[in-house]
């Protein structure tokens, strides 16, 4: 059975809590889909663990034989507090933005949490890092809200973010490595416009996304979620990397045509090579998406937008790279991986009927058309959007799956999805 520790840190009541509508959300849609999990609730918010003082600390670095009663008492709350997290497989913690950090009963939580002998040791023959974690294998989603924007790495706010970065790094103390965190997170909560309801939405959808995707490995196997190593995770998920010699017959020419287009083997290439189809559907619908009237950078932020919603970092990493090669100007670039708006009106305009088509699931409304078609594109450019978002599915959903490491070539341009912030 999977153990989900559902944490919440907003000072702000449920009904006013836009991180406490994500956790339950999560908390729903993965019961809903795995009613045999267990739920711990520990709502910080509304009942906040004191701050840590000088007894706190005497009493947690008395070794447990030596301490005296009033000390077994102070550390009473931490104990429980730390049996919860060693219970627990999943920790999905709602995480509010406070003046660029966490909110400090997050902090009390944490100061809690992190005890010598029960969540880490300390050993100086280890040299210069003598702390080494004591739990292990489990999963961390952090469910945030900022009231501003651009937090992300690389975002125009990302030198400000004093929260993920310190989430991140205690998070070894709940026994998650790095590479289980998987960030959410609504944006413009204070501008209050249509970028922070097409952030809400985002979240929701990601938030939901994530929920059945654990929900599912969790019925599969609770297996992985013992394993701290992501490349465990790849093993189990078992999608090979092919090599010329081991893709299928059918994948070969392909594969030989993207070597000497690329000069490299690209991954998600030789991926889709175990289903030699969508590698050849891939290939060529891009063929195809190159024949439309659309410019390479009208190309680019079609393929771009839907990378970047659909949270698919190889892709976000690819195609920045090859729209520096085609001559996309810098700051469509990187208006495209920020999700801020592009100062070209027309341009703007398909980078955001993109966004229609993608969240919408292909319903815009008559007014959206109409605003897309008074910038100056035409019906063809509609359709042209929708074959643009099809390649995309193909690409972000496989690469979803696999977990397609990046190329050496394409590493210089990372973007961090998994924080995904579920911009706008
Ligand atoms: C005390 C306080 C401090 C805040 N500080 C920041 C901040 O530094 N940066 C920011 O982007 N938003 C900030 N906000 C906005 C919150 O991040 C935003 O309202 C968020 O939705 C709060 O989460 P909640 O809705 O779950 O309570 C702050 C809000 C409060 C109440």
Redo the contacts with the bound molecule.
Sequence with gaps: MTTLLRIDA???QQD??????LTTLFTTEFLHANPDAKVIVRDIGQDPVPAIDHRFIHAAFTPPEEREDWMTDRLALSDALIDEVVAADIIVM?A?????GMPAALKGWIDHIARIGRTFSFDLARGDFPIEPILKGKHLVVLS?????G?QPGGPRAH?NALDPAIAACAHYFGVDTANIQTIA?EY??FKDARHDRSVTAAKDATRALAQQFARSAKQTISHLTDQSRNKDKTMKDFPTHTLDSAPADAKPILQAALKGYGFMPNLYATMAEAPTILEGYTTLSAIFSKTDLSETERQIILMTNNRLNGCKYCMAAHTTLSQMGGVPDDVITALRNDTPIADRKLEALRQFAVVINESRGWPTDAQIEHFLQAGYTRQTVLEVILGTALKTLSNYTNHIAETDLDPAFVANAWPASSAQAAE
């Excluded at 006013?16 to 509508?21: E, F, K, P, Y």
């Excluded at 809200?145 to 924007?149: K, N, P, Q, T």
């Design positions: 907003s000072a702000q006013r809590s836009l991180t406490r509508m709602g509010p933005m406070y003046n660029y809200s900022r009231g501003e924007f937090f400000l609504i909560q204070e």
